[in-house]
């Protein structure tokens, strides 16, 4: 975050969004989105204010993202919503492991979802995946 904002105009506005944690993302177990590369840590509100602290800018807006309607996001909603395990937050629980039942709960859910994408519109009412951050920083 530091080196977006030395990028930054003073001023000027810094839009990051990140993984939420808890969220229907996090809660299907091996779902290799939430590996690295692709997201390296998770975020909450909380989080998102204390990165705002650290790197000295002013927070304009840390919201939920509601979901999308867009097919990119409704294939996640549609996996959680039909997946049999979870992977639930708590101490010593993991989200990645070789567990044979979660490598078929995967499979199974993409495969579900994609079906259920082409048949029925997405899920109403899912809860947000992403986190928003919205800062100016200083006028220096």
Known sequence: ARQLLALLRPGGTLIVCAPLHPSPLTEIPNFLINAPPHHLTWWTASACQALAEVIGVEPLEIVEVPPSPHDSEAIV??????????????????????????????????????LAMRLLPSPKGGRPCNVMLVARSRQS
């Open 77 to 114: 909603y549609w996996m959680h919503r039909l997946s049999l395990l979870r992977a639930r937050p708590g101490p010593g629980e993991r989200y990645l492991a070789h567990r044979w039942g979660w490598h078929l709960n995967l499979v199974f859910s993409y495969l579900l979802a994609r």
